[in-house]
Each structure stands twice: as structure tokens, then as C-alpha cells.
């Protein structure tokens, strides 16, 4: 629809060069921000399941783990915080929690590649020690500082997951850590704009695009 009248515009102003650039710079700046607006919400990202942890110690070849990372998906309605959901165990502060790691969301639809990879696995949501599992989460697509309203809630795309080995221990196995890596399926960590409840069939609603910002795989190609 944008290329269509963007060759409307052409064809009306004709040579007024002047004219052209203004029109090329409205296109480029608002118009295409309205068709990347549209992408996302047209991806209907959806919380499918809401996810808590308890804190686990794990003997793990020789030694106690201390994790958070064991979550599984909760029917009540979760609390989103500052810098944590309530209720929700948090064992190293350095590289969980805090305000630009207060929520973390991973793609539904990653599932199943993962799924391949272990089928053996007694699989629930929450596996990748999400808060959130979201419908059509796209990494490719998600920008830094791209912002969304879903129940009472405001977040704030801030980061992508870096794995660290409570992942490998979720998985019985530190080839997992690898396979991450070499993946875009990163999921995603929000910084909580306004706090609020919210509950599984909760849409997320584009507040403010950043398409100039990197994307979230973009972030995490960069980082490996």
C-alpha cells in the first residue's frame, strides 16, 4: 500500500524537484514507520503462557547449582515489576533481573525447532526460563526501545538473553549453550515502563516503533 502511493506522489508533483525531496523524506520517515507499525501489530504477539520459578539447588557433576531458571506456567494473572515479576526467583542479580532484565519473553513458535533438537525432554513452557511465553515473537523484527502495552503493563524492548550454563543444566546437557548461540532464537528481556498485571491471551499493542535501532538478532549476532 505505501509503494502504491508513494507512486501517486511521484506521478503528481512531476519535475518540482523541491517538491520530490520533501515528499522522498515524508515517505522514508513516516510512512514507512506506519507500515513497520502495521507488520508488528499484524503479528499478533500474544502471552500464551505466564511463567513463575521456585528457587532449586541442583547437584550438577559434583557441585550445588542455585537456580531460578525451573519455570513452569501459572494460571493466576502475574505481576509485572521494575526489576523482577513478583514471586518469581531470582539467583543472580548480576545477569537476571534489575530494570533492563525485569521481563523475559520467548517465542512460542521457537519451540518446536528446539523440540526436534530434544525430543526426549518433558517439555512446558517456560523451558528457556521465560516469564512470557509470546505468540509471533521475531527477534529479526523486534528493534531496541521498541515499546508495547499489554494488560496493565508497559514494556520496553531492551536485550537479548545471552545463555549462561543454568541453561545447559535446565537441559541436562551444555551442548544446548552452543545450539543458542548459533541461533537468533535469543528471546527477549523488556524493561517495565509501567508496572501492571497481565494474564495469558493478553495482545501486545505497538506503542512506539524504533526501527532505526537495531533489532534484537541483530544484538545477539553481534555478541556472540
Not at 101 to 121: I, T
Amino acid at each position: 500500500m505505501a509503494n502504491k502511493l508513494h507512486e501517486a506522489i511521484l506521478h503528481l508533483i512531476g519535475k518540482n524537484f523541491t517538491v520530490l525531496a520533501f515528499c522522498n523524506i515524508f515517505y522514508f520517515l513516516f510512512v514507512k514507520t506506519i507500515d513497520k507499525m502495521a507488520y508488528i501489530n499484524a503479528l499478533d504477539m500474544e502471552i500464551i503462557a505466564t511463567c513463575i520459578g521456585e528457587q532449586k539447588e541442583i547437584l550438577w557433576k559434583g557441585k550445588t547449582i542455585t537456580t531460578g531458571i525451573f519455570k513452569f506456567p501459572v494460571k493466576d494473572i502475574i505481576f509485572l515489576g521494575e526489576e523482577e515479576v513478583a514471586g518469581d526467583a531470582i539467583c543472580n542479580r548480576k545477569y537476571h533481573g534489575g530494570v533492563l532484565q525485569a521481563v523475559y519473553g520467548y517465542s512460542k513458535e521457537h519451540y518446536s525447532y528446539w523440540k526436534s533438537l530434544y525430543p526426549k525432554l518433558n517439555w512446558n513452557y517456560g523451558m528457556f526460563g521465560e516469564n512470557l511465553t509470546i505468540s509471533a515473537l521475531d527477534e529479526t523484527k523486534l528493534h531496541v526501545a521498541d515499546t508495547f502495552s499489554v494488560g496493565e503493563a508497559v514494556l520496553e524492548v531492551t536485550k537479548p538473553r545471552q545463555p549462561c550454563m543454568k541453561l545447559g543444566v535446565r537441559f541436562g546437557t551444555m551442548k544446548i549453550v552452543k545450539q543458542f548461540l548459533k541461533e537468533t532464537y535469543s528471546g527477549v528481556y523488556f524493561r517495565v515502563v509501567k508496572t501492571g498485571y497481565v494474564n495469558v491471551g493478553d495482545v501486545l499493542q505497538l506503542v512506539k516503533t524504533c526501527s532505526d535501532n537495531p533489532t534484537i538478532a541483530e544484538v545477539f549476532s553481534n555478541k556472540k
